[in-house]
């Protein structure tokens, strides 16, 4: 009995839902068409309520959008946890052209749980339920923690410090130790040791021997 009951109470507000629609100008055989859709989404039975995605989480927003027709319009959208007492949770101005205008919220379910959604739409005198769907909401999602990359130093290149060798210095070639001007030559006479050794003299040459050839005497002939 109670389940009887609970359909005929669901058919007796869909009943109504159809002709608050045909009472603000629209028929119901222009609902199919009249809530843009997409796969993922919850659609209500007569397709004048939307809720964005298939999915939904605790603390993840959502859009909703349901059917006004007229612009000057405007959409009441509830919110019934868990079997409670449905709460207001927001309210969407009519935008768009007759008959296809909508209104739209969106909505952060604050907790997980079984979520009825329902509508009223109101507007020039007019007031009427129009839709409602079930959604199911998930625990929140875990915040996603992005590890920065890990940046490699390359290691230090130490350069050796150049060494400019000296060529070695002989004291027999340099300068006066007390010039008056610093040659510009690579012996440095400040850096030369002074000789411990007189220089080795140089070897006299020897002219050659002439022979001169004696005076002749007569009487020596």
Known sequence: MGSIKLIRKRVARFVVALAGLAAIGLGAAALPN??????????????????EGD????????KMTV????????GLFFASLNGESRKLIGTGYGS??????????????????NYRISTIVRGDGYQSEVAEVDVKVLPALPATTTTPPTTTTPPTTTVPPTTTTTPPCNPWDCPPSTPTTKPTATCDPW???????????????????????????????
């Not at 999915?55 to 959502?62: F, I, P, R």
């Open 34 to 51: 009249s809530v843009p859709t997409a796969s993922a989404d919850i659609i209500s039975f007569n397709k004048a309520l939307r809720v």
């Open 55 to 62: 999915v939904h989480y605790a603390g993840s927003t959502y």
């Open 67 to 74: 059917l006004v027709v007229k612009s000057s319009m405007s």
């Open 96 to 113: 768009g052209p007759y008959p296809e205008a909508t209104a739209s919220i969106n909505w952060t379910p604050p907790t997980a749980g």
């Open 191 to 221: 850096s030369c040791p002074a000789p411990t050794t007189p220089r080795p003299p140089t070897e006299p040459t020897i002219p050659p021997t002439t022979t001169t050839k004696p005076t002749c005497q007569p009487w020596g002939c």
